[in-house]
């Protein structure tokens, strides 16, 4: 049971990445997945969250910037990224409650700089 990130990199301000959650283990499809960040000396924050039947939502500093998507076929989360900003550096991480517990991956960093 787990989930691995991926797609993190060095990117310039504007620039986009996209960043993958593959999780093994357990069904997929049925339940939410998250993404949180954490920046270096500053807490957990939450980005997006998808829903088994698609829908979504995302932190207000982020929307219109950032797209949530998820392949069930794949049991995969993306997490689109682009006009990136400086302040959204941080390692990322997605998260799924599995089995009574909350499920996170080691993360993916992403860093915004020029």
């Known amino acids: 049971v787990q989930l691995v990130e991926s797609g993190g990199g060095l990117v310039q301000p504007g620039g986009s990445l996209r960043l993958s959650c593959a999780a093994s283990g357990f069904t997929f499809s049925r339940i939410y997945i998250n993404w949180f960040r954490q920046a270096p000396g500053k807490e957990l924050e939450w980005v997006s969250k998808i829903y088994p039947d698609g829908s979504k939502t995302y932190r207000e500093s982020v929307k219109g910037r950032f797209t949530i998507s998820r392949d069930d076929a794949k049991n995969t989360v993306y997490l689109q990224m682009n006009s990136l900003k400086s302040e959204d550096t941080a390692l990322y991480y997605c998260?799924?409650?599995?089995?009574?517990?909350?499920?996170r991956g080691q993360g993916t960093q992403v860093t915004v700089s020029s």
């Open positions: 998260e799924a409650p599995v089995r009574g517990s909350s499920l």
